[in-house]
Nanobody, 129 residues
């Protein structure tokens, strides 16, 4: 059974940092791409970042470039999202997702929710001003 479990969310002041974790099981971690998404109340789910576990390629949405860093520990089957310089507009439920179809080249493809087959339950991130 495929499982993705997010952790690390919480309440932080603007300018602070959080590190989210996505622990995966039930599939061959090294052959998948993992994406981080977020969804704020009343808004659509949007892609934040992704990483291809086979070669380490990463991509970020423009609004988080330079502030967020995605990384993967294949030995632990875990992907991390280090979030620095957080802003109130980063407030959302953050989800990780996995896809076996990781041969996409364009960054925007990996930021589409429809690209991913498996999803976690999400973790709340709240940034206060």
């Amino acid at each position: 059974e495929v499982q993705l479990v997010e952790s690390g969310g919480g309440l932080v002041q603007a300018g602070g940092s959080l590190r989210l974790s996505c622990a995966a099981s039930g599939f061959t971690f090294g052959t998948h791409a993992i994406g981080w998404f977020r969804q704020a109340p009343g808004k659509e789910r949007e892609g934040v970042s992704w990483i291809k576990n086979n070669d380490g390629t990463t991509h970020y949405r423009d609004s988080v470039k330079g502030r967020f860093t995605i990384s993967s520990d294949n030995a632990k089957n875990t992907v991390y999202l280090q979030m620095n310089s957080l802003k109130p507009q980063d407030t959302a439920v953050y989800y990780c997702a996995a896809t076996l179809a990781s041969d996409f080249d364009a960054g925007w493809i990996g930021l589409r929710p429809a690209t991913y087959e498996y999803w976690g339950q999400g973790t709340q991130v709240t940034v206060s001003s």
